[in-house]
């Protein structure tokens, strides 16, 4: 009775999830303006959307194996549930919300891998010696590629130059590609410390002809864009191509600076910090300084005498997760996010590193004492390597508590087991 309470509970969870993550109105823009629907590739963020939906329907697959559904069942639930979600975006309630047929395939593919991975978390929970030394090193490399991934995808995307200064001239752009006009007006801007000419109305769109490495904006807005779509205020492009290299807009009653990385070009999503600034009036007067590098991005804004901030450091922590589109550095739940990607990525180490036999030597080394050294040495080696600012004191104390409570909770069960049979 009990295992079948705990499916339907893993097996509503699932689901409930899954609705909360794909059926809730993003944006309110109209369906009319939606992409069109029931693509392949959708759009430059297809890897990472892709990634995100396996992610999604893993425990969907889990909940089917706890129930004691064959893999076959568990392939026909994932599509069934995934289509029910597709055909409810293509219906246009949700407004942005749009169905592609990438969606229902990986979908699928990740109700199929929860299913299939559950045998193998159960033979990892009993895993000692040689067994545990293997999956140990498995995952402590498979956490080393993510971070040297991580401040590989994270690199701007046009080089920059550390010790030279961003200059820009008139674009051949009236306004700026894919981000519509910009209808608020603006009445003073600078690029780092520099006043450029502007008319007043409509977005400020400029061509790079070289970047430094810190790029800071200052305007002064008045009459915002009142529409929820995203509008860009300031739109900075590479010559020949129209795409933005920095990007300062308006999305509703927040304020968005994007700057393109590496990751942008391998199907992730931009790198967006987001500033929530609450509702604004159309002709309120605001003031807002930008600042972006290739180490920091921050956001100030100035309303009605009160000053809010937005910062986020690029450490090689950074999580993919952080770029989806809802959630990025300023979202009410970035930080929650980003803690639990890191907890995600030590805490499983530290219960596999603790199962494997002391005095076993891995490449010279005691194995409880190889990984921790090695994922030490990378996150001080890597903001050197790749000019990432390092890691901050909090991430390291959440680092250091997620292995350690990996290795608690290994240390607990091998002492309820020993108990166990000792009884």
């Given amino acids: 009775m009990r295992s079948r309470q705990a499916s339907a509970a893993l097996l509503l969870g699932a689901v409930g999830v899954i609705a909360m993550a794909t059926l809730v109105p993003a944006g309110g823009v109209p369906a009319t303006r939606v992409p069109p629907a029931w693509c392949l590739v959708c759009g430059p963020a297809w890897l990472a959307d892709a990634v995100a939906n396996v992610v999604l329907f893993l425990p969907l697959g889990a909940a089917m194996y706890v129930g004691r559904r064959g893999v076959r069942a568990a392939g026909v639930v994932g599509l069934t549930v995934s289509l029910a979600v597709e055909l409810v975006q293509w219906s246009g309630w949700l407004g942005s919300r749009s169905p592609a ?79 519509g006009y910009f209808g608020g007006e603006i009445r003073a801007v600078s690029f780092n410390g520099q006043p450029i000419p502007h008319p007043g109305y409509g977005p400020l769109v400029r061509e790079a002809m070289a970047l430094g490495d810190t790029f800071r904006l200052e305007l002064q807005l008045r009459r915002l864009e009142p529409t929820m779509t995203r509008r860009s205020i300031v739109f900075v492009h590479a010559a020949g191509d129209s795409t933005p290299v920095l990007m300062l807009a308006q999305h509703g009653s927040r304020v968005e600076l994007r700057q393109r990385t590496n990751a942008e070009a391998a199907g992730f999503t931009p790198l967006v910090l987001v500033h929530e600034t609450g509702v604004w009036s159309p002709d309120e007067p605001v003031r807002i300084a930008a600042t972006s590098s290739s180490r920091t991005m921050a956001i100030t804004t100035l309303r009605n005498g009160r000053a809010t901030s937005s910062q986020w450091s690029v450490t090689p922590l950074v999580g993919w997760a952080l770029w989806q589109s809802m959630i990025g550095p300023g979202h009410g739940g970035a930080r929650l996010v980003h803690g639990g990607w890191i907890v995600v990525l030590f805490l499983p180490l530290g219960w596999l590193v603790t199962g494997t036999r002391p005095g076993r030597p891995v490449i010279g080394f005691d194995s409880s004492l190889l990984w921790p050294t090695t994922l030490a040495l990378t996150l001080l080696l890597l903001p050197v390597a790749f000019g990432n600012p390092p890691v901050r004191l909090v991430d390291w104390l959440l680092v250091i508590g997620s292995y350690g409570t990996g290795t608690l909770l290994r240390r607990d069960n091998a002492t309820r087991q020993s108990a166990g049979q000792a009884a």
């Fill in 101 to 179: 047929i990438a969606d229902v395939a990986t979908n699928t593919i990740g109700t199929l891998v929860g299913w299939a991975t559950m045998p193998a978390a159960r033979a990892v929970r009993g895993s000692a010696g040689a067994s545990a030394r293997r999956l140990a090193n498995a995952w402590g490399g498979m956490v080393v590629l993510v971070l040297v991934g991580t401040s590989l995808l994270l690199q701007p995307a046009v080089p920059r130059n550390a010790a030279g200064e961003t200059i820009t001239r008139p674009s051949r752009f009236s306004y700026s590609p894919a981000f």
